[in-house]
């Protein structure tokens, strides 16, 4: 079992930056896929940026010029780095992990965290 809980949502202005952090329980989290998806309003859940145990990344392309995932095994956290932020940006972000390989579905993603709302202000 995994527990995922994500912090550092709210709102910014437009061309501000946040960070979102994903505190994993477990002591096999450095075996784990973990990945960011969001969900803007009325819209469907998406993949943002996922990356595995060997720390390879993987991006939404639209996004990989202004978003960055990293992890640090030694805390159990991935990140989120969010800059140049739009309102099109405005979601529910969702930190999710799986075993195995890489994918961009959320429905192969087992273990998913609460969210956090991130609000782009125009």
């Known amino acids: 079992q995994v527990q995922l809980v994500e912090s550092g949502g709210g709102l910014v202005q437009a061309g501000g930056s946040l960070r979102l952090s994903c505190a994993a329980s477990?002591?096999?989290?450095?075996?784990?896929?973990m990945a960011w998806f969001r969900q803007p309003p009325g819209k469907e859940r998406e993949f943002v940026a996922a990356?595995?145990?060997?720390?390879?990344?993987y991006y939404l392309d639209s996004l990989k010029e202004r978003f960055t995932i990293s992890r640090d095994n030694a805390k159990n956290t991935v990140y989120l780095q969010m800059n140049s932020l739009k309102p099109e940006d405005t979601a529910v972000y969702y930190c999710?992990?799986?075993?195995?390989?890489?994918?961009?579905?959320?429905?192969?993603?087992?273990?998913w965290g609460q969210g956090t709302q991130v609000t782009v202000s125009s």
């Open positions: 999710a992990a799986k075993q195995g390989t890489y994918s961009r579905f959320s429905g192969h993603y087992v273990y």
């Open positions: 477990g002591r096999t989290f450095n075996w784990y896929v």
């Open positions: 990356i595995g145990w060997s720390a390879n990344t």
